[in-house]
């Protein structure tokens, strides 16, 4: 019995599989093409004046080529990385065309810059060090996601926030989970009140340089009250202050996680509640930096006021709606159930956020070790659909550096891709069949309706859908987005097979 348990034990904390293990990482969806393939979303948000810097994702063999047509003159593109750099141009909306081209061909698509109040005019894509590295992130891991990014095909896909967690300032020594690094435990803002990184992060603006010229954007995290959640400096009476240092080291997002505020404040009103958050909002309305401001209260109890009925107002980009991911898992059903509630509350620009996609490789906080995910592939590609489907922000966090064929295969698929970035924003509308099987139907920009057929049974079920139910009148095109292959033609009706725990992500588009 011991050797059983340290056997799995090993397996386990090593990363080890069994060939059985791996056979059920079931691939669907077929490689990209050598020819250029964009993957851009259709419209793209940033506030005029401000720095511009946006990658154009490409999937394909490169060299690529990029052109740019109706680029303004405040930008600049550079032909063979397609980051396209500069200052955002004076208010108003620039229809683009880009062009890529290689050895086997040329694919264009159309980008509608908007310069005016709002960025994240669709959901950020992007990387966080949480679920790989926990309490110790460095410098030289952040540099290597990006680059990891950019050789694996994750940055094709769009894939373009490399964000720091929690963990890069230092710590209280006496803490509810004690740091034992002596770097992680140094002062923890200067005499003037500036706060310091650790000394794993010995030059922040050159990290962030590095990002930007590979054309990825940066993000920093921080709490309003005086310790973070690991038990690190926060910005509890210097919101003002930290924020400018954010903006002067260049970054581009600042996730604001509540932690132990109120500390010793009274909370117990909705103004106590937005208080905090409505402080720093208003300390980045006076930055000149197009900086993502990302909330997390993480229970979005009542308590906490809501977060979704206000978030926006507050200059919010997004919000989570429940509590950390891992708490939840393997049931990503019950996190994303509990995220559609609050649909009506989302739009482009104000985001629901049901955190990270925790795939792969995971770190293990307590050993350090490594570990696969232990969800069913079948779920797996439900717990990525619906993310998809619910335009949720797309943040992979897990070991980038060791991710495997089968999680970048559900992490760029560009069918997926393209149902999170519709420019519509909406969130999927819920239709319950029964207990254990429910659709999320999404209408996209172009008159498509994409529905998501979930299945919450142990056993595969055949489910069939009259699509007038649904509301759609007509006779459509049939089209699996996951394997990326027309399945029927003129139908009014559709039945398929859905894994157990699984889904299937079918696409109508009217017959013409
Ligand atoms: C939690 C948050 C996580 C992570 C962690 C860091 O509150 O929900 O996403 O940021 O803190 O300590």
């Given at each position: 019995m011991l050797r059983l348990f340290l056997l799995i034990s090993f397996f386990y904390f090593t990363g080890i599989e069994t060939s059985a293990q791996q056979d059920?990482?079931?691939?669907?969806t077929p490689p990209p093409p050598v020819q250029p393939r964009l993957n851009n979303p259709l419209v793209y948000g940033c506030r005029s004046g401000n720095d511009f810097l946006y990658r154009i994702p490409c999937q394909g063999e490169r060299p690529i080529v990029f052109t740019v047509k109706?680029?303004?003159?405040?930008l600049r593109l550079d032909k063979n990385s397609g980051v396209i750099s500069g200052k955002s141009p004076a208010k108003g909306t620039y229809q683009l065309n880009v062009i890529a081209k290689n050895k086997h061909g040329v694919n264009t698509k159309s980008f509608k810059i908007i310069s005016g109040e709002?960025?994240?005019?669709t959901p950020i894509m992007g990387w966080n060090h949480w679920y790989a590295y926990f309490d110790k992130p460095t410098d030289a891991l952040i540099r290597q996601a990006a680059d990891v990014m950019l050789s694996n095909g994750l940055a094709d896909a769009g894939y373009n926030y490399v964000c720091i967690d929690d963990c890069w300032t230092n710590a209280y020594e006496?803490?509810?989970?004690?740091?034992?690094?002596s770097l992680r435990l140094?002062?923890?803002?200067?005499s003037s009140g500036s706060i310091l990184p650790n000394d794993?992060?010995?030059d922040m603006k050159a990290m962030t340089d590095y990002l930007h010229q590979k054309g990825f954007k940066a993000g920093i995290y921080s709490s309003?009250?005086?310790?973070?959640?690991?038990?690190f400096e926060g910005s509890f009476g210097y919101e003002e202050k930290d924020a400018k240092q954010w903006a002067q080291w260049a970054f581009d997002l600042i996730k604001y996680d509540r932690c132990s505020y109120p500390d010793d404040a009274p909370y117990n009103t909705l103004e106590q509640a937005k208080y905090p958050y409505e402080k720093l909002g208003q300390a980045l309305k006076k930055i000149n930096r197009d900086i993502y401001y990302s909330l997390c209260q993480?229970?979005?109890?009542e308590k906490d006021g809501?977060?979704?009925?206000w978030g926006g107002s507050i200059g919010g980009n997004s919000w989570r709606?429940?509590?950390?991911?891992n708490a939840f898992l393997p049931d990503v059903f019950k996190v994303a159930l509990r995220n559609i509630?609050?649909?009506?509350?989302?739009?482009p620009g104000e985001w629901n956020d049901p955190d990270f996609?925790?795939?792969g490789w995971l770190g293990n906080?307590?050993?350090g070790g490594i570990y696969r995910t232990t969800m069913h592939p079948n779920t797996q590609y439900a717990y990525v659909s619906l993310w998809s489907l619910m335009a949720s922000p797309l943040f992979f966090s897990s070991r980038i550096d060791k991710i495997d064929a089968f999680t970048l295969n559900l992490l760029t698929n560009h069918e997926i891709i393209a149902i999170n970035q519709d420019p519509l924003g909406l969130c999927g509308r819920l239709v319950t069949l029964n207990e254990k099987q429910f659709l999320l139907v999404k209408e996209l920009h172009d008159g498509a309706t994409v529905v998501g057929i979930f299945n919450r049974n142990s056993t595969d079920m055949e489910i069939k859908i009259n699509l007038k139910d649904i509301g759609l009148k007509e006779t459509y095109d049939v089209r699996d987005c996951w394997r990326q292959v027309?399945?029927?033609?003129?139908?009014?009706s559709f039945q398929t097979t859905v894994p157990a725990i699984g889904c299937a992500v079918i696409k109508f588009s009217k017959t013409n």
């Open positions: 059920s990482f079931y691939i669907l109706g680029l303004p003159k405040s709002k960025i994240a005019l006496k803490n509810r989970m004690p740091i034992q690094d140094k002062r923890r803002r200067d794993y992060f010995p309003p009250s005086k310790r973070t959640c690991a038990g993480y229970y979005g109890s809501d977060v979704w009925k709606t429940g509590t950390d991911i509630q609050f649909a009506a509350y989302q739009k996609l925790m795939l906080r307590r050993t027309l399945i029927g033609h003129d139908l009014s």
